[in-house]
């Protein structure tokens, strides 16, 4: 099963398709450009994948809403169009299954992505989706999965993930 998981910022969009395959790309220009660009790199990462897996809204975080509808909504749209299949994972569960706690800051995710993932970078959106991709190995019991601790293994299990059989693998 390959999954290609997103944290998809304003600018900055992290990505992973296992623990040795991850990067960032910029969304480039301004406006309708950016989120051409971020459509155009979403479906370069995610084009072999059979799930995509994208952290959810953080919904306290208002300040940003109005961008972060402009660059998710279209690759919600291009995802659905597509019929690629897709979950979201909120941020407090991402935070919880990397360190155990759903409140967690995002440089503790970053720190645990390094202790427990291998981690050589220092990018949060980039270990934000390492933890994405961790969540759906853990969930699925992909080869590759980390080790956690069985609260973590249950917050991972937690999301509402598609059924194997409905993917099209």
Known sequence: MNIAAFDLAIINHG???????????????????????????????????DLI?????????????????????????????????????????????????GNAPKREVLAEAVRRLGYGGHDENEADALWLWACAAVAYGLEGAPELPRVQREAAGAVSWPRLDSLTL
């Open 53 to 101: 897996v994208l952290e959810g809204y953080a919904y306290g975080r208002g300040q940003k809403a109005h961008q972060m509808g402009e660059t998710r909504g279209p690759v919600k749209l291009w995802l659905h169009q597509t019929r690629r299949p897709f979950v979201e994972v909120p941020p407090s569960v991402v935070k919880k299954v990397a360190t155990g706690r």
């Open 15 to 49: 990505w992973a398709r296992s623990l040795d395959d991850y990067g960032v790309f910029l969304a480039r220009g301004r406006g309708p450009a950016a989120i051409a660009s971020t459509l155009a790199g979403v479906a370069k990462v995610a084009a072999r994948a």
